[in-house]
């Protein structure tokens, strides 16, 4: 595993300091990933407090900035519920992005923690409700959030999973445009992330998933014949499995720019690591999530992933969109065009001058939802409803 106490950032695309910071305002002021919800004022806060590339100094300079938003929401907590509320969010984001893009360091370690506090005040202030759920998966306990729309019972689901270096409090966070829609949504951590029971993921991990449908499928308030199942970036891998696997009990997959095949083999695999799409730290996510130690212990985990070496894209699947940009530098576009031409027929979004997930200045990730990923996830859930 990388160490855990300090170390150097590792920008993609070879940046300076200097070069880092600039790039980091310029995401928070056009809502970029992976500072969308960061407003460009807190960035430059934080950013003031950085004379270096040590890891330690920015998740300390960013959690100055949460600490701030956590105890203003403190302070409105009697007197302006709705206030207190979004300072939450506010805090809960920045303290996200202190522990970003995954919790190699101490002081990212307390950021995680520090997060986790904000976003659990928050929710305790929406209405309607989120619930924490906590499923058991033999020893260990998958935990995630769900939050219903208050009328509809049982309510439509979309079970949605995290990416590589977001956690399951980006999903939930940004749930009411499903609640409007009388959807329900789950949010859960991708198996080797954040809260997962699975600490290093392996091409089984799908199992941990299972166990969480199976939960669903159980529960009253769920229409469990109403369920689709959403990836993002790397969880989009997932979705694309479980379309297969659990074709049956379906309505739909999301296979949001999924690694499937080509992204697993080593001469993708390694030069992808210097992409400028990514903004620091590449290689020690995807080694954390796979528990490696190094690039090439790492390149020998990816092997066994491949869905197509697996057999698994000639079989039938649940109605699955597949959604890309074809200038992906992270997951190849011929991931999805993998996806396109074997097996059951599918939809797809391909934006031709697109990067990961099919972002562009055209189409940001707001764009891409309210356009592309809920119309279609709407037509599937009212399709022959029951």
Known sequence: MPERSGG???PGGGRSLEELKLEVQRRAEHGM???????????????SQIDSLDRERWALAWSGVGERHFRRAQSLERSDSAGARDAYWNAWRVFQFARWPTENTLARQDAQKRALAAFRKYA???APPMESVCIPYGEKTIVGYLRLPAALRPAPLVFSIAGLDSRKEDIAANTEAYIKRDIGIFAVDLPGTGESPVAAATPYSDRMLTAALDYFAARPDVNAKRMIVQGRSWSGYWAAKLAVTERER??????????????????WLAPSMTTGEYLYDY???????????????????????????AGLLVKPSAPMLVVNGARDSQVPIGDALLLLERGSAKDAWINPQGGHMGRSPEWSSTRIAEKVLLPWIARRLNENAD
């Open 33 to 47: 990933p992976p500072l969308a919800g960061i407003s460009a004022e807190d960035a430059r806060a934080a950013l």
């Open 283 to 309: 290689l020690e996510a995807k080694c954390a999530m796979h528990g490696a130690k190094d690039l090439e212990d790492l390149l020998e985990r990816a092997r066994g992933y491949s869905l197509f070496d």
């Open 250 to 267: 379906l309505r739909g997959a999301i296979a949001h720019g999924a690694p499937i095949h080509h992204y697993f083999q080593a001469e």
């Open 124 to 126: 305790e202030l929406l």
């Open 8 to 10: 150097v950032l590792v």
